[in-house]
């Protein structure tokens, strides 16, 4: 038995993803934007475990398996494209790359 | 007696329909593949007696039919089939339904029976023409589109037929559409009904809200309780389309101009039946005329149009614009008939001026044949020696109209006089009277120009009589022209007790009074030829024409120029319309409408200009409107859910 | 106070703090490691609600495999490189710290109106642990996998397979003879 109600966690998980979204707004190195993603997918997988756990079933954790895949794919794209920018400015920095604009 | 049971009489008046209409398109669609086809190469031009076989199945319909109603009692010569629905909106129910009856069986006889002949006429004259089955296709769509408009037992159906035969008017007009003057004609004639048409929709339209139905015995039997005014305004703005079609003032503008088609056109069209629509119609829905005060304005426009017509013909010398100007003032006369109540003598001119019409037109066309197409009658002379046949014939259609005992025209014309004095309408009567010397004089002048004294032709050209399919039409009209005042012999009165049950009877003077208006119009008749043979066929005819021109000089001119009525209707309708369109091309289209549409455009270049500015290229400023966005919108859920 | 109330007390205090951590850290390699950190604590926090199989995959995959990638990029990329703390977009920071804690407000605010978030109510422990019991965690997922989410799972694979060859065409150094190659191909679109 659990004692710990769903909603601490529930409370834990948007405490993560609000930081996740201001990390990933306020920093400007790409990888670590990538990873303030990654943080906020995590996030939301707690969230799935929790409904799961609030639902008494399952489904919630396969979920949180497609998200997992999801985000390794999007984070394997990701990376590739840093570093092929990377090859072309030698930097990271997002904010170099602006050249799409009015 | 029945002779038919019920559902035949449906099957055969929606027949006499069928067969031109389906004719009509077969040809328009295949005519030059059946041309070009095996039976084509075989018999040249079987198109066309396809389509006279179409016209000639409608009218042995039409005899049957005929010959069903004379079989049975009077009150039961009327026979409503309904052929299928149409529209039928809420209580608003229109059909496709025929009304059979005296009045629309003498419409559909002469609508076929002269079609006929003038179908067979056509085969000849228009037998070296590129178009050849259109023009059949375009006839039998006219016939199929008449025979709609007399059968119709609601206003809505016989509108049908009205702009139907409009149609077919405007594409046989511009049938030589090659000729800018024939196209031109075309449109001015299209144009010109749709003034009428559209005064005519509107009548339609008061109708249907004042009765409720547009059923033509609806119509006649609530038209005593509609009230006077309102029955005015309808039969006015009926009588407006009417004066468009049938070419009376101040809407008869096109009649001349529409000349330029094929002359079987002018002669079925122009003279015979189209533009009897108008009088037919009149008489259709007479109770609404009688219910108001409209058949004044009837009888007046008429005489006017007459005395009009006749003044204008009297000076033309194009052969076929004498005879439109004559056909004006014939239809003249049938609304004058109608004006004073005669709606059966209007309906019996109709009938004879049908058939010497036609026949004159026919002539006319066969001297264009022999002569290369020459219309100027000041080139011709002494015709009948060479063409003896259409001399012949043209002299009974001459005859007849100029009201020459016992000829056709004398009964029917003699009947309207007749009627208008027992009204004791003097003045639309000595107008009658007056054009009927008028048209004896001009009539007179036509025919002795052109066939009698001596021969006299363009130069180069041989002149022949007409081929046997023209004379196989002329001669039986010829015959028509002559003895077709039978069929209303004064004392028998045939016609007019056939058409009682539908148009009510006509009243003409008793005692010796008919026999006196009777002497008058033949002594009319007589000062008009004895005039024109005094100013053309003798010896010192050069000199006194000179005299009489310098005496009249004014009115000859005017009359000539015809009477300046297309330059008024220029300046006053049609120079404003084009400065209106003018106005509207480069004022309302070109500044503000366009304008408009440009300010759009610039304001969007401006704000695009200015809102462009938003897009960074910075992919954190991005993120962070996606954010505002997310925040916002769970933002309105948040408010609504609490 | 429970042992189970402890340990989500150190996970929750762990999680939270490793995540504000790696707002402040200007190397890029610490922020990694304390995202293993928060990791770490997240995969305790599915244990103890009894996502058995879920949270080893955390481990696993996440803290494991992915972080290496990145750690692998970051290396490649220069470790040597710290961010600059100038923000050149000067409404950026206090706009997104002010958004996203309205955010994570309204998060709080709609969670905590479904269920009461001080109480333990709202829980269906039970039912979930006899599933874990019979047939078991790892069972009961493999079962949903391959039968109701069958589609989505191939879909997934399909996605993987994808990733794999679209990284390999963008991170593959062009040789001086496909430069050429490309650039004739190039030529001869235009001219067509």
């Given at each position: 038995?659990?004692s710990?109600g ?14 996740g ?16 993603i ?10 799935f475990?929790t ?39 030698a ?11 009015w | 007696m029945?002779?038919i049971p ?10 006499t329909?069928?067969?031109p ?6 040809l ?6 059946l041309?070009a086809?095996?039976?084509?190469k ?10 006279t ?18 079989s ?8 409503a ?16 339904d ?15 029976g ?8 056509s ?9 050849y ?12 589109s008449m025979l709609?408009l007399?059968l119709?037992?609601n206003?809505l159906?016989?509108y049908?037929g009205?702009?139907?035969v409009?149609?077919?008017s405007?594409l ?7 000729k ?5 004609a ?10 009428g ?19 033509m015995g ?10 006077a ?6 039969s006015l ?16 503008v ?9 002359t ?17 119609m009149v ?7 009688e ?5 004044v304005?009837v009888g007046w426009i008429?005489?006017?149009t ?12 194009d052969i076929k ?9 014939q239809?003249?006369?049938m ?5 004073v109540?005669?709606y ?7 009938v ?16 264009m044949h022999?002569l290369?197409?020459e ?5 011709m002379g002494g ?9 012949w014939?043209?002299m009974a259609?001459?005859?007849?109209i100029c009201?020459?005992i ?8 003699d ?11 003097y ?23 052109v ?6 032709v363009?130069e180069?050209v041989h ?7 023209m004379a ?7 015959v ?5 005042g039978?069929i209303?012999?004064p ?6 007790h ?5 148009v009510?009877?006509?009243?003409v003077?008793?005692?010796i009074?008919?026999?006196i ?12 030829i ?5 100013l053309?066929?003798t010896?010192?005819s050069?000199?006194r024409?000179?005299e009489l ?24 309708i049609?120079m404003?319309?084009?400065r209106?369109?003018?106005f509207a091309a ?5 500044k503000?409408?366009?304008?408009f549409?440009t300010?759009?455009g610039?304001?969007?270049a401006g704000?695009?200009e200015?809102?462009?500015?938003v897009?960074t290229g ?5 993120a ?18 609490s | ?6 340990i989500?007390?150190v996970?929750?205090v ?12 200007r190397n890029?390699?610490?922020v990694?490691?304390?995202l293993?950190?928060?990791?770490m604590?997240?995969a305790?926090a ?7 199989f879920?949270a ?7 803290a494991g ?8 990029v ?10 600059a703390l ?7 920071r ?18 905590g109106?479904?269920l ?10 039970a ?12 069972k009961?997922l493999?079962r949903l996998?391959?039968?109701s989410?069958l ?10 397979v994808?990733?794999?060859?679209g990284?390999?065409?963008?991170a593959?150094?062009?040789s ?15 001219a067509?």
């Amino acid at each position: 038995m659990n004692s710990v109600g769903p909603g601490y966690y529930l409370l834990l998980s948007a405490l993560m993803f609000t930081v996740g979204v201001i990390g990933a707004l306020v920093r400007r190195n790409a990888i670590v934007i990538f990873m303030f993603i990654e943080l906020m997918l995590n996030a939301v997988n707690l969230a799935f475990v929790t409904f799961a756990r609030m639902h008494g079933e399952v489904v919630g954790q396969v979920i949180v398996f497609f998200v997992l895949v999801v985000a390794a794919a999007e984070v394997v794209v990701g990376l590739a494209i840093i570093l092929v920018i990377f090859r072309q400015r030698a930097s990271a920095n997002v904010d170099d790359v602006n050249l799409l604009k009015w | 007696m029945e002779l038919i049971p019920g559902n035949d009489i449906k099957v055969l008046a929606a027949t006499t329909i069928y067969f031109p209409l389906i004719t009509a398109f077969i040809l328009l669609f295949f005519g030059k593949r059946l041309e070009a086809g095996r039976l084509g190469k075989r018999v040249k031009g079987w198109t066309g007696w396809l389509a006279t076989f179409a016209i000639a199945r409608s009218f042995a319909g039409a005899v049957v039919l005929f010959f069903e109603l004379i079989s049975r009692p009077e009150h039961e010569r009327a026979i409503a089939v309904k052929v299928f629905d149409w529209i039928k909106v809420g209580g608003f129910d229109v059909s496709f339904d025929l009304l059979v009856d005296p009045l629309s069986v003498v419409m559909l006889l002469v609508v076929t029976g002269v079609g006929t002949l003038i179908h067979i006429y056509s085969t000849g004259y228009m037998h070296d023409d590129e178009r050849y089955s259109r023009f059949f296709a375009y006839m039998n769509l006219f016939v199929a589109s008449m025979l709609v408009l007399v059968l119709a037992n609601n206003v809505l159906l016989l509108y049908v037929g009205w702009e139907g035969v409009g149609l077919c008017s405007y594409l046989l007009i511009g049938f030589w559409f090659e000729k800018p003057a024939a196209a031109n004609a075309a449109k001015k004639a299209f144009i010109v009904n749709r003034i009428g048409d559209f005064a005519f929709l509107l009548g339609i339209f008061l109708l249907s809200s004042t009765v409720g139905s547009l059923a033509m015995g609806q119509i006649n039997a609530q038209a005593g309780a509609m009230g006077a005014a309102t029955a005015t305004t309808i039969s006015l703005l009926l009588f407006a389309g009417a004066t468009g079609k049938s070419a009376q003032i101040p809407l008869y503008v096109w009649l001349p101009d529409a000349m330029e088609g094929p002359t079987p056109v002018s002669a079925l069209i122009h003279a015979a039946t189209m533009v009897t629509a108008g009088v037919y119609m009149v008489a259709r829905l007479s109770p609404v005329f009688e219910a108001g005060d409209a058949l004044v304005v009837v009888g007046w426009i008429g005489a006017l149009t007459a005395l009009w017509g006749a003044f204008m013909a009297a000076t033309e010398y194009d052969i076929k614009r004498v005879l439109a100007y004559s056909t004006m003032s014939q239809l003249g006369y049938m609304f004058l008939a109608h004006g004073v109540h005669a709606y059966s003598a209007g309906i019996f001119h109709l009938v004879t001026h049908a058939f010497f019409k036609a026949l004159m037109f026919l002539g006319a066309g066969a001297v264009m044949h022999a002569l290369a197409g020459e219309t100027d009658m000041r080139k011709m002379g002494g015709l009948r020696k060479v063409m003896p046949i259409t001399g012949w014939t043209f002299m009974a259609g001459w005859l007849a109209i100029c009201g020459v005992i016992p000829f056709a025209g004398f009964f029917s014309k003699d009947a309207i006089l007749a009627s208008a004095w027992h009204e004791h309408q003097y003045a639309l009567w000595s107008i009658g009277v007056l054009t009927a010397a008028l048209t004896a004089f001009y009539m007179s002048r036509l025919y002795l120009r052109v066939f009698e004294g001596k021969l006299k032709v363009p130069e180069g050209v041989h002149a022949h009589d007409a081929p046997w399919t023209m004379a196989a039409a002329l001669v039986p009209l010829a015959v028509l022209a002559v003895v077709g005042g039978v069929i209303n012999l004064p004392g028998t009165l045939t016609l007019e007790h056939f058409l009682e049950p539908v148009v009510g009877a006509s009243h003409v003077p008793e005692g010796i009074t008919p026999w006196i208006l009777a002497g008058a119009a033949l002594a009319v008749a007589a000062v008009g030829i004895l005039l024109a043979r005094a100013l053309y066929m003798t010896r010192s005819s050069n000199v006194r024409r000179r005299e009489l021109y310098q005496r009249t000089r004014p009115l000859v001119d005017a009359a000539r120029n015809k009477f300046y009525v297309d330059e008024f209707y220029g300046r006053v309708i049609v120079m404003p319309g084009k400065r209106l369109a003018q106005f509207a091309a480069t004022v309302v289209d070109a500044k503000i409408i366009d304008g408009f549409l440009t300010g759009i455009g610039r304001a969007t270049a401006g704000f695009s200009e200015g809102f462009r500015r938003v897009q960074t290229g910075y992919v954190r400023s991005y993120a962070l409107v996606f954010l505002f966005g997310a925040v916002a919108i769970l933002s309105i859920l948040v408010l609504r859910v609490s | 106070m429970t042992w189970e109330q402890l340990i989500f007390g150190v996970v929750f205090v762990v999680a939270l703090g490793s995540s504000m951590a790696m707002l402040f850290m200007r190397n890029a390699v610490h922020v990694a490691l304390y995202l293993v950190a928060a990791q770490m604590a997240l995969a305790l926090a599915f244990l103890l609600q009894g996502a058995f199989f879920i949270a080893a995959v955390q481990i696993i995959v996440y803290a494991g495999a992915i972080m290496v990638l990145f750690l692998f990029v970051i290396m490649l990329l220069g470790v040597d490189k710290q961010e600059a703390l100038i923000e050149p977009l000067p409404a950026q920071r206090p706009l997104a710290i002010g958004l996203g804690v309205l955010l994570a407000a309204e998060i709080i605010y709609v969670a905590g109106k479904g269920l009461e978030l001080v109480t333990g109510a709202g829980a269906n422990s039970a039912a979930l642990n006899e599933i874990n019991q019979n047939p078991g965690n790892v069972k009961a997922l493999a079962r949903l996998l391959f039968s109701s989410y069958l589609l989505p799972f191939e879909a997934t694979s399909i996605l993987l397979v994808v990733a794999i060859v679209g990284v390999m065409v963008l991170a593959r150094r062009m040789s001086a003879s496909d430069l050429v190659r490309a650039s004739k191909n190039d030529e001869t679109l235009e001219a067509a």
